[in-house]
């Protein structure tokens, strides 16, 4: 077991504090919180409003249907995405 020395890493008092300030932003940005995810927020809003006016005005459809159809896109992609990762997932497997 290494033993740390007080000159080496400074006090622990130090320590503590240098963690303190250190832990504490990157809490906040795993959860999103504050402005940025707000900005966040409204960015993936206009996105999805984008498309689903673009699907709108392409196939002629009311905004209802076409937002039917954007969530159906979407959910094609996510079981695609599973489907390709246990398939990846069972060959890494039998690699070993």
Partial sequence: MHEFSACEYG?????LR?????????????RGGG????????IQ??????CITGIQDILGVSRMVALFIF?????????????LRKRMSSQADADI
Avoid at 18 to 30: C, E, R, Y
Avoid at 45 to 50: E, F, G, K, L, R
């Fill in 11 to 15: 006090t622990l008092g130090e320590s």
């Fill in 18 to 30: 240098d963690m303190n300030i250190l832990s504490f932003s990157p809490i906040l940005a795993a």
């Fill in 35 to 42: 402005f940025g995810g707000i900005v966040r927020w409204f």
């Fill in 45 to 50: 809003i206009v996105i999805y409003d984008i």
């Fill in 71 to 83: 969530l159906g896109i979407m959910i094609s992609i996510s079981i695609g995405g599973y489907l």
